[in-house]
Each structure stands twice: as structure tokens, then as C-alpha cells.
């Protein structure tokens, strides 16, 4: 079921694809609160991740639950129906091509979505920090090597 009027969801498609929305802010924000730093924003790889950790080759990507069709929260638009449906089955192609790309070639890929920003924004945060602490150690380790 549809629970946006129609403004609303045309505002929705409006948001989803621009950068520096909502929940992207909010991850920025906690992650800087966190003491989190080093990250760039919207990095030139492909697929442009919102948030990426370079040291780490760590790519964040902040996924709008309509837009990458959120298996909890996608509903499906009540108006122009396959035109929504096209975008969405495009978006997730997209979605995979751009995460085998970067694994293949050595980057790691976090996807969060937008929900996790407005329930469990805490340990989407230790998820993120785990990991460049993982890596972090490891480049340290690797170093020592030399
Ligand atoms: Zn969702």
C-alpha cells in the first residue's frame, strides 16, 4: 500500500537520487561524532560512494529503501507504476554492477540503508568503524613487515 500522497512521492523521487540527503547527513554526523575521520564524500570511483575511506578502500553507500527497494520498507508507487518499477529493477542492477566491480578490484563495499539511519544509526556506525579499525591494523601490521 502506498502510505504517500501523491506530492509526497513525487517530492520522495525528487530526494532520492540527489546527493548529501537526509540519512547521508546523518551518517556523516555520527560518524564525526564518533571521532570518525579521513573519509571523503562523494569519491570518484565508480558508482560514487557518499562516504569513502581511502586508506581502507572502504566504500559506503547510503541507499534510499524505496529507491534500491528496501526488502522491509518498499512499497510499491501507486501512479505510473512500471515507469517507478523500470527505475527501481535499473537501479538494483546498478547497484550490483558497481559492488562486483569494486570487489573485484579490492575495494570493500558497505551498503546502508535508510532506514538503519532512523533505527539503528549506532551500530551502523560500529560496522563502519570495525572495519577501518580492521584495516587500519592490518596497514599498520604490514608495515612493520618493511
Ligand atoms: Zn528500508
Not at 570511483?45 to 529503501?65: E, N, Q, S, T
Not at 534500491?68 to 508507487?77: E, L, R, S, V
Not at 559492488?99 to 558497505?110: A, F, P, Q
Request: charged fraction near 35%; include cysteine; proline fraction near 3%.
Amino acid at each position: 500500500m502506498d502510505k504517500l500522497s501523491k506530492e509526497q512521492r513525487s517530492r520522495l523521487m525528487a530526494s532520492v537520487k540527489g546527493t548529501n540527503t537526509k540519512p547521508e547527513r546523518k551518517l556523516r554526523s555520527s560518524l564525526w561524532s564518533a571521532g570518525m575521520r579521513g573519509y571523503r564524500v562523494n569519491f570518484r570511483i565508480k558508482g560514487k560512494p557518499d562516504i569513502y575511506f581511502p586508506k581502507c578502500r572502504l566504500a559506503i553507500f547510503v541507499d534510499g529503501c524505496f529507491w534500491h527497494k528496501c526488502p522491509i520498507c518498499y512499497t510499491k508507487p501507486k501512479s505510473n507504476v512500471s515507469h517507478w518499477t523500470r527505475k527501481v529493477i535499473e537501479n538494483q542492477k546498478r547497484d550490483k554492477a558497481v559492488d562486483s566491480y569494486l570487489k573485484s578490484r579490492g575495494y570493500k563495499v558497505i551498503r546502508v540503508w535508510e532506514h538503519d539511519m532512523r533505527n539503528s544509526t549506532d551500530s551502523v556506525v560500529t560496522r563502519i568503524r570495525t572495519e577501518v579499525e580492521d584495516c587500519r591494523q592490518r596497514v599498520a601490521i604490514a608495515g612493520k613487515d618493511h
